[in-house]
């Protein structure tokens, strides 16, 4: 099965290929005709024997407990690649890719039932490990689209984005979700866009639509509302917390992200926004970015 997303070609291929039937829904709007000639960014090749004694860990790169410890995960470095690892319930399901392969190889197809949550979020990981060189990055935000450009809204959990992205859509005409969770962006040709993208968090918002960015905006809450503009090293520490984070800890994933970050604030305005949940802080928001 073939999926473009951000303009990205992913492929599945073995037991649970069709990830749509597995349950990932969200997929379906990036479904696309398979084309053996084109060359996917990323092949996902299910159902094969990878484990910890083919593909022993070397190197700890970041581990974390997924939502009420659902279940565990750890992105390692192994000998020649990268690989994650999500265990549940006593079982391990493996991701792993070559350095220099767009290859990607999973046990999660040895399963007779696949766990929608775990393939979800290891193409997610392994994705995002391929897009990092190539320019692209699956961002922690909440994105809203007026006249044709996109305002990501950025933050920490809880502050506040998903908020201000429907009090745009109540308050301001014509305002409409992109996506609500991890959007992907990319700059081409000089220009910052936004992707939406199978993954939105617990909103089903799976538009595959892309959208010039007008601005990015760091939320932050305060008992008033008060916009700015960043200057370039502080734009620059408003979007890195929100790019992936297990990321942070590996050199290589690092610097490419930071370059595509670079990019993006060459060319596109970085604000923060103290603000109130209130529709004061939309209309201040939309129409500082949006002024004529």
Request: proline residues 5%; contains cysteine.
């Amino acid at each position: 099965m073939d999926y473009r997303i951000a303009d990205f070609l992913l492929r599945t291929e073995g037991p649970h290929s069709d990830i749509v039937a597995c349950g990932l829904r969200g997929f379906k709007p990036f479904e696309v005709e398979t084309d053996q000639g084109a060359e996917p960014t990323m092949l996902l090749r299910m159902g094969i024997d990878v484990n910890d004694t083919t593909h022993p860990a070397t190197k700890l790169i970041h581990d974390f407990d997924f939502e009420q410890n659902y279940a565990h995960g750890e992105l390692a470095r192994y000998e020649n690649g990268y690989r994650f690892s999500m265990t549940r319930e006593g079982r391990t399901f493996l991701l792993v890719k070559e350095d220099g392969s767009n290859v990607v190889d999973s046990n999660l197809g040895l399963c007779e039932v696949a766990d929608p949550s775990l393939v979800r979020f290891g193409i997610w990981i392994m994705f995002g490990i391929i897009m990092a060189p190539l320019g692209g990055i699956a961002i922690h935000s909440s994105v809203i689209v007026k006249e044709d450009g996109a305002v990501l809204c950025l933050g920490e959990s809880g502050t506040g984005k998903s908020t201000h992205t429907r009090l745009w859509r109540e308050n301001i005409e014509g305002a409409r979700l992109l996506n609500d969770d991890s959007p992907i962006i990319r700059v081409i040709d000089g220009k910052s866009i936004a992707y939406g993208s199978p993954w939105s968090g617990k909103t089903h918002c799976y538009v595959n639509k892309c959208v010039p960015i007008r601005a990015l905006m760091r939320l932050s809450q305060a008992p008033h509302n008060k916009i700015y503009r960043l200057p370039a090293l502080s734009a620059i520490g408003a979007i890195l917390p929100s790019c992936p984070p297990a990321f942070a800890y590996d050199s290589r994933l690092q610097d490419a992200v930071c370059d595509t970050v670079s990019d993006v604030i060459s060319c596109t305005p970085v604000y923060h926004l103290e603000c109130l949940p209130n529709a004061a802080a939309a209309e201040l928001s939309y129409s500082t970015i949006f002024k004529k």
